[in-house]
């Protein structure tokens, strides 16, 4: 897929879709589209141009080394327009088209060298004499008329090779003096049919190859906005629309991965449940609109606070959170949740549902709570215990962290609130006022 398909503005998209769905033999491109294609088709086309100038040169060796074995009297003439003068042309339209140039040079360039091969190999035919001299001009049209059926050039360029050729043709055959003017003159139109019928040819077959292009640039447009949607459909499949966090099932996908990976330790695994303080009394009084400006502050401040690579934030449900933690101990859990407590807390969110008396400061909070994973535990055991040390967080006032803690070797935990862990209670275990 191409970085012009990605960029391809949607006029040109139209235009594309209009010549696509009209006759083939309608298409004709112009502007922006032409120049799209003239780059996109520049590598062939210059690989043909230059095959074909090493063919000639190749080939004036091969006759300047034939006429020294069959001919040498004639070497004089033969060795330094045959053997020096083509091969010095050709390689200059070989030097010219190693980089793209305007599309008015590329067909200038390839005109005069047909034409220069033409003169060529006519002015060796007069010198020679005889029959040899429209032996000369005749393979020298062979290799012009070769030139006509392979170069990719615009289609004015075509025609003018067209009707140049033949033109200089009987030109030399004009000069011969053992030709007859009208056969000279039936001789050229002969050939000049011919060549029409290339350039036709050649008309219908540059059709065809700008109705590949303009297929090929469709289908790569196509499979770029394709991508998009499906990369959009994953977005809305995989995060919330409203705060940008990882959604349930998201985080269902990535507690599914951890959990059958041996390397993780389950010990190290923490959840924490967070839970925006009397949402309710917020929207009830301030409307829907503020509690979504709320829920998108308090989502990017959670966002921020975690570890990058480490921890996964999704939004669970209405005002809840969970946070996935990996490689985390209970003290950096602790520390990780009350950053995120105390950091929604400073961005003094006003809740205009609470009571200004009983409520002070009045300001949207948090709670937390945090469970960690054992060997032989299931996930959704872990997300209860979570969920069940939030709503003790909250039933001891709200705004803290509650931790639930494992006893070594125990699947059933026990308890210790924030005070409790800052002691080193949370390392000895000796704590456990209470057992979920």
């Known amino acids: 897929m191409t970085d012009a398909a990605t960029e391809l503005p949607n006029e040109l998209k139209a235009e594309t879709d209009r010549l696509l769905a009209g006759r083939t033999r309608d298409i004709e491109i112009s502007g922006s589209l032409l120049r799209l294609y003239l780059k996109r088709s520049w590598p062939q086309r ?7 100038a090493i063919w000639i040169i190749c080939l004036s060796f091969v006759v300047v080394a034939m006429y020294a074995f069959v001919s040498p009297r004639d070497l004089w003439l033969i060795a330094p327009i045959i053997g020096v003068f083509i091969p010095v042309i050709t390689f200059g339209l070989f030097l010219l088209w190693l980089r793209p140039r ?6 200038l360039s390839v005109l005069l060298v047909l034409i220069g091969i033409i003169v060529a190999y006519g002015t060796v035919g007069l010198g020679a004499g005889g029959a040899d001299s429209e032996r000369y001009l005749n393979g020298s049209l062979s290799v012009a008329t070769i030139g006509i059926v392979l170069f990719r050039v615009e289609r004015r360029w075509s025609l003018a090779m067209g009707c140049c050729c033949p033109l200089v043709y009987l030109a030399f055959q004009l000069l011969n003096p053992n030709i007859e003017v009208d056969k000279a003159i039936a001789s050229c139109l002969f050939y000049a ?7 036709a040819a050649r008309k219908y077959a540059e059709i065809v190859f700008k109705k590949n292009f303009l297929m090929s640039l469709r289908n790569d447009y196509r499979n770029v906005e394709l991508t998009r949607a499906n990369r959009l459909l994953e977005t809305l499949a995989t995060r919330d629309p409203l705060t940008g966090l990882a959604n349930r099932r998201s985080a ?13 330790p389950k010990a190290t695994i923490a959840f924490v449940m967070v839970d925006i303080d009397h949402f309710k009394k917020l929207n009830d009084a301030a409307g829907h609109a503020a509690g979504d400006e709320c829920l998108k502050r308090v989502a990017r401040r959670i966002d921020t606070s975690v570890r990058s690579g480490n921890d996964v934030v999704c939004r669970y449900g209405g005002e809840e959170f969970l946070i996935v933690l990996t490689d985390v101990t209970q003290e950096t859990a602790w520390k990780l949740a009350e950053r995120i407590r105390s950091g929604v807390e400073r961005l003094a969110l006003t809740n205009p549902g609470l ?11 948090i709670s937390l709570g945090v469970a960690f994973a054992a060997d032989g535990m299931d996930s959704e055991l872990v997300a209860k ?7 003790e967080a909250k039933r001891r006032g709200r705004n803290r962290v ?17 005070p409790s862990i800052l002691q080193g209670a949370r390392l000895t275990g000796r704590l456990a006022p209470k057992v979920l």
């Open 385 to 391: 215990r979570a969920d069940d040390a939030l709503y």
């Open 355 to 365: 009571d200004p008396v009983t409520d002070a400061p009045g300001l949207v909070t």
């Open 252 to 264: 269902a996908d990535h507690i599914a991965k951890i959990w059958d990976d041996d390397a993780i």
């Open 46 to 52: 210059s690989k043909v141009v230059r095959a074909w």
């Open 402 to 418: 509650f931790m639930a803690i494992a006893p070594e070797r125990a699947l059933v935990p026990a308890e210790v609130d924030a």
């Open 193 to 199: 049919m011919g060549l029409f019928s290339v350039v």
């Open 102 to 107: 305007h599309p008015r040079i590329e067909g």
